[in-house]
């Protein structure tokens, strides 16, 4: 998420990012990326292509700290998701 960040793909990430399946007919290039949630046809798409997606969830202290672990002496444990909507698949 945070070289998504910092490459320019996504502008700012609140609660992490989401994969949607919009454009994935232009999508070719096989990739591994780390998401919160990925809709099941960008999933189809990228595994298609030869690529990996890993849904994962991070608290938002966590995710500041993966985001910017500079202004971290010591990274925080990412706490389990609450609720089943906050990770995986929809």
């Given at each position: 998420m945070r070289d998504l960040l910092q490459s320019g793909a996504v502008s700012h990430i609140k609660d992490?990012?989401?994969l949607l399946g919009r454009g994935s007919?232009?999508?070719?290039?096989?990739?591994t990326i780390e998401v919160t949630r990925a809709s099941q046809r960008s999933i189809q798409t990228i595994e298609k292509v030869g690529g990996k997606i890993t849904t994962v969830y991070h608290n938002r202290i966590a995710l500041q700290a993966l985001l910017y672990p500079e202004k971290w002496a010591?990274?925080?444990?990412?706490?389990?998701p609450t609720k089943?909507?906050?990770i995986?698949?929809?």
């Open positions: 992490g990012v989401v007919e232009h999508y070719t290039i096989p990739c010591i990274e925080p444990q990412s706490a389990f089943y909507k906050d995986g698949k929809f």
